[in-house]
């Protein structure tokens, strides 16, 4: 009797934790416009209707061709043969694509939070495993308030959501195949990490480094039939990235923002170099990765950054008492940790404007997911054992508490980027969107910048007009009839009129046509001295 309350207690637990995250994720995506604050966000979301509605994944972009130039597109898409595609990894839209078209289109904002189920119950299943149920119930907790996995779970169309789900369950059943049991289970794992990469496809270096790790450390639990078969699953899974890329881009292997690649080309030193760019993206910049963890793992989420510390002393204090299960896979997460702090922390870039700022919406955090995560995990292991002491109960809860209410702070209230601050973005990008709409017609082609996102695609975009071969594509969209745009921060009477000199020299003018619009105008081009 004893036993069956609390495995109902612990079902019920479980059960309230997963829902009560999953409902908090989704909220955000709740009664917004299809407006996204990223140009990732918003080519993953585009594509992933496409597919939905049954439609192919690529779009024909005809006004390339009258434009004679690739200029007419959006960020985070490419113009491939004159279809407009994808610039980044596959496996997202196609299986968001996919369910989207089983379940209904309105499902698709909702998706990163649903998925959210699948990776919450996987790290549950995995730390009771190796620590028990309350060990799990802590982990769950603190992971489901992480800052990063709570903030890019709500925005929907991020890749690293769903690929670090993925990596969860493939743990929880790598956890399984290590006991004897069906095959089924290493035909599992193998699908699941060809799902992930899939999604993640540039992720393939050091998750393999990794798994080759936990298949050495582990190596007398393995059966070779049956990882063989785990192989050739993930290759299954793997196969519809790999035919759709041999469709738009001609090659068969696309790694994020660098499509048709050819590995085996006859240049061998070329083709080896191509390979270290793509495991060493970056090089490795000592002085970077320290800023970067600097930034990003300690100040920014500093509650994190203890938890972590102290979850990782606990392990190693209690190293011997570990199964070598356990200490198979703290091995595994330290040199992958490692892996991921030096590809990553070597490249100093800036998404938000201003390149001072330190935000939770810079890359950085979503790239460093499953290092956030795994070390959450030990930690959840030492507030379990410390629960059973004296004032345990009072000092877990006071922590978890903590941890919770600055998450929230961060994730939440956050000046630049927190979701407060994105949803009032995205109903800004959706007034000036309106408002262009109103006074454009639905073929014209509006000149953007980073307000791309504003319009697309309700309007096809140009990001930018560069040199003088993207103002020349601009005078023979005119002359075919083809309305254009500027949508850009307000010009000043003197500037603007510069401009125009420069665009008299292409037979060209600008005026304005709808001004203001919060700090941006709209202006349309026209053809002169024809």
């Known amino acids: 009797m004893l036993d069956t309350a609390i495995k109902k207690l612990e079902s019920s637990m479980l059960l309230i934790i997963i829902l009560a995250a999953v409902a908090v994720y989704a909220s955000f995506s709740a009664g917004l416009p299809q407006r996204f604050n990223s140009p990732d966000e918003m080519a993953n979301a585009y594509f992933s209707l496409r597919l939905a509605q049954g439609q192919p994944i690529t779009e024909p972009a005809p006004l390339n061709q009258v434009a004679d130039n690739n200029i007419v597109h959006p960020r985070s898409t490419v113009v491939v043969n004159g279809q407009m595609a994808p610039a980044s990894f596959l496996g997202l839209p196609l299986i968001f694509g996919f369910i989207g078209r089983v379940l209904g289109q309105s499902t698709l904002p909702y998706l990163s939070p649903l998925f959210a189920i699948v990776g919450l119950l996987a790290i549950y299943l995995f730390v009771r495993e190796l620590s028990g149920w309350r060990a799990a119930v802590i982990a769950i907790i603190l992971v489901a308030s992480l800052p990063a996995y709570w903030y890019y779970h709500a925005r929907s169309f991020f890749h690293n959501a769903l690929f670090f789900d993925l990596l969860a369950l493939q743990f929880y059943l790598s956890l399984k195949v290590l006991k004897p049991g069906w095959v089924w289970q290493y035909i599992a794992a193998g699908l699941v990490f060809g799902l992930a990469i899939s999604v993640r496809a540039s992720e393939i270096f050091w998750l393999s480094a990794m798994w080759f790790i936990w298949l050495i450390l582990n190596r007398k639990a393995l059966r070779i039939g049956p990882l063989i078969l785990s192989g050739v699953s993930a290759i299954v899974a793997f196969l519809p990235v790999l035919l759709v890329n041999k469709q738009i ?4 292997l696309s790694v994020g923002y660098r499509t048709g690649l050819d590995l085996w ?7 080896l170099s191509l390979l270290r760019e793509l495991i060493i993206p970056f090089g490795i910049n000592a002085a970077h990765i320290w800023q970067n963890v600097n930034h990003y793992l300690i100040k920014l989420q500093w509650w994190w950054a203890v938890l972590a510390i102290i979850g990782l002393a606990f392990s190693f204090y209690h190293w011997f008492k570990l199964t070598r299960v ?3 896979y703290l091995v595994m997460w330290l040199l992958a940790s490692g892996w991921l ?3 990553y922390g070597s490249w100093l870039f800036h998404d938000n404007p201003d390149p001072s700022a330190v935000t939770l919406g810079t890359a950085y955090m979503r790239y460093w997911l499953p290092l956030l995560v795994w070390w959450l995990l030990p930690a959840a292991q030492g507030l379990a054992w410390w629960w059973q002491k004296r004032w345990g109960k009072t000092l877990v809860a006071a922590v978890l508490g903590v941890f919770i209410f600055l998450s929230w702070q961060l994730v939440m209230t956050e000046s630049q980027e927190g979701l407060i601050k994105i949803k009032q973005n ?3 990008f959706e007034n000036a969107s309106l408002q262009v709409q109103a006074v454009t017609p639905a073929d014209a082609v509006i000149v953007t910048g980073i307000t791309d996102k504003f319009f697309f695609p309700e309007r096809q975009v140009m990001v930018d007009l560069y040199n003088e071969r993207d103002l020349e594509s ?8 083809v309305p254009v745009y500027n949508f850009h921060i307000t010009w000043p009477a003197a500037d603007f009129d510069y401009y125009n000199n420069q665009l008299a020299e292409h037979n060209l003018s600008l005026e304005p046509v709808l001004q203001p619009i919060g700090e941006h105008s709209l202006y349309q081009y026209h053809l002169v001295n024809l």
Do not use: D, M, T
């Not at 080309?265 to 083709?271: A, K, P, Q, T």
């Open 249 to 252: 881009y001609g090659q068969y």
């Open 265 to 271: 080309g006859v240049n061998l030193n070329e083709s």
């Open 326 to 328: 356990a200490q198979s």
């Open 341 to 343: 702090i030096v590809l």
């Open 426 to 428: 995205i109903k800004r």
């Open 474 to 481: 601009v005078g023979r969209l005119l002359r075919a009839q």
